[in-house]
């Protein structure tokens, strides 16, 4: 009973702030170009409905060698600072309650075509950021709306010159959370500022050096789609940068995927919390696919060696039957489907933390 009270609240709270709150309506509109139309053609309307959701499609960048370096210092240094200079695992198990909150201010950016407009209604909006909140609740990681624009514009929802789009609309600081709920996501072209390209799905590309991961919801190599991708913390950014040096931050989320959307298995707002979980510089749980003994992985010490992604939602699944443990599918940083989907682990929180103070927070 209290758990119902306290989730209405919330959902209270931030219905406020959806609905009466710093809401700006900004419209902007492009005439159609050709990507548009075909998109919209018959064809892709079928294609479209076939989907047959196997697994989700997450285009986040590969780690740089400097983002692997900081996860293995992190890994060190984080039980020193729980316990007084004392390496010592059980310091990591600190509840959420006895653990600083960190607040991280937050905006949302809806990005529509001018023919999906009503796609994303206020109900979603505030579904997805209570089901991020509580997500993180673990890591004592608390969100602060501070506010949801809505923008129509058909280049921009397809994530076509996204650069011009994060110009505009990102607010805030390097600390600052921007999340992109585009209904038309698709990877940037590649003159795009996230310099990730469309490859075909179910394969694992290289281009100019960076690794694409996809979780393909597509059973057709013709019908791309994306359900989202975040920069990783970028160690470079210091407080004197400028934002020149980090527009591109932040998190471009397929907005079928908020609760109540469209895409089955996925529509429970999951994506939009693993993607969140790249911005706080966290891995995948099966980073480096491989079963290799004094594999780095994902530098996460409680989350077992895992060497494929999980599609959907199996009972249970192990991919290095000869290491301890088993895939930790209903962890956030796997593949699995939303119904999948329940925690971070104890070190996931820590190294979230960790990373948040020493690339984040202040910048
Ligand atoms: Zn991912």
């Known amino acids: 009973m209290h758990r119902i009270l306290r989730h209405t609240l919330i959902l209270a709270i931030v219905s406020t702030t959806v609905f009466t709150g710093s809401v700006s309506a900004s419209t902007r509109q492009t005439p159609n170009n050709q990507v548009d139309t075909i998109q919209n053609s018959d064809a ?74 009503n796609l994303v209604t206020n109900l979603m909006i505030a579904s997805q950021f209570m089901y991020l909140q509580q997500a ?4 004592s990681i608390h969100y602060n709306l501070m506010g949801v624009d809505r923008s129509i514009n058909d280049t921009w929802a397809r994530n076509g010159d996204s650069a011009a789009m994060k110009r505009t609309l990102r607010k805030g600081s390097y600390g600052t959370l921007n999340i992109y709920f585009q209904t038309n996501l698709e990877v940037s ?47 470079d950014i210091n407080s004197t940068s400028s934002i020149d040096d980090y527009f591109n931050d932040g998190c471009n989320i397929l907005a079928s995927t908020m609760p109540g959307g469209s895409i089955e298995h996925y529509n ?11 911005w ?20 996460i010490s409680d989350t077992p060696q895992q060497s494929t992604p999980t599609e959907g939602c199996p009972a249970s699944k192990d991919s290095c039957p000869d290491l301890p443990g088993m895939d930790a599918i209903s962890n956030f940083m796997d593949y ?26 202040g910048k």
Not at 83 to 111: C, K, Y
Not at 218 to 228: C, F, I, Q, R
Not at 268 to 278: A, D, M, N
Request: hydrophobic residues 25%; charged residues 20%.
């Open 136 to 139: 993180y609740q673990n890591a």
């Open 268 to 278: 429970r707002g999951g994506t939009t919390v693993h993607e969140v979980g790249h």
């Open 189 to 235: 072209d590649p003159e795009g500022a996230s310099s990730r390209l469309y490859a075909p799905f179910g394969h694992h590309h290289q281009h100019h050096g960076q690794n694409f991961d996809e979780r393909d919801v597509s059973s057709s190599p013709s019908s791309p789609n994306l359900l989202g991708f975040c920069t990783l913390p970028n160690p």
């Open 44 to 117: 892709g309307d079928i294609q479209r409905r076939q989907w047959l959701p196997q697994r989700g499609v997450c285009g986040t960048e590969e780690p740089s060698s400097q983002l692997k370096a900081a996860h293995k210092r992190l890994s060190l240094t984080e039980y020193r600072h729980a316990e007084g200079g004392r390496v010592d695992s059980n310091a990591s198990r600190a509840t959420a309650d006895s653990l600083p909150r960190i607040n991280v201010d937050t905006w949302f950016h809806v990005v529509s075509t001018s023919d999906q407009v």
């Open 336 to 361: 699995s489907s939303d119904d999948c989907y329940q925690s971070f682990t104890t070190e996931q929180a820590m190294r979230m933390r960790s990373m948040w103070s020493t690339m984040r927070e």
């Open 280 to 299: 706080h510089g966290l891995l995948h749980t099966f980073q480096g696919q491989t079963c290799s003994a004094g594999a780095d992985g994902d530098y």
